[in-house]
């Protein structure tokens, strides 16, 4: 899961990368790369205050509700993705 927004590094362009090993390797489990794209660095997990401040000019880009909501998205989607490989 990357930010469209990402203000550290080229977050969906790395991502891309680890795809094309990933798939040149022929990868035996499911993989996706989700792009938020107003997201920035700050995708985490969600409905926590981790002591920073939120801002509008966030510094790791994207906007809090953003950044927000793929958190909330990704955090279900980790969950869904582990439930899943455990029942194997």
């Given at each position: 899961m990357?930010?469209?927004?990402?203000a550290i590094w080229p977050a969906d362009e790395l991502?891309?990368?680890?795809?094309?090993?990933?798939?040149s390797h022929d990868h035996p489990w499911p993989?996706?790369?989700?792009?938020?794209?107003?997201?920035?660095?700050a995708i985490r997990t969600p409905y926590r205050?981790?002591?920073?401040?939120?801002?509008?000019d966030h510094?790791?880009?994207?906007?809090i509700e953003a950044n927000a909501r793929a958190s909330a998205d990704a955090w279900l989607?980790?969950?869904?993705?582990?439930?899943?490989g455990l029942e194997r």
């Open positions: 990357t930010g469209g927004a990402d991502a891309g990368v680890a795809i094309e090993r990933l798939d993989y996706e790369n989700r792009v938020y794209a107003d997201a920035g660095h205050f981790d002591g920073e401040e939120p801002t509008a510094r790791l880009g994207g906007t989607l980790a969950l869904d993705y582990l439930d899943t």
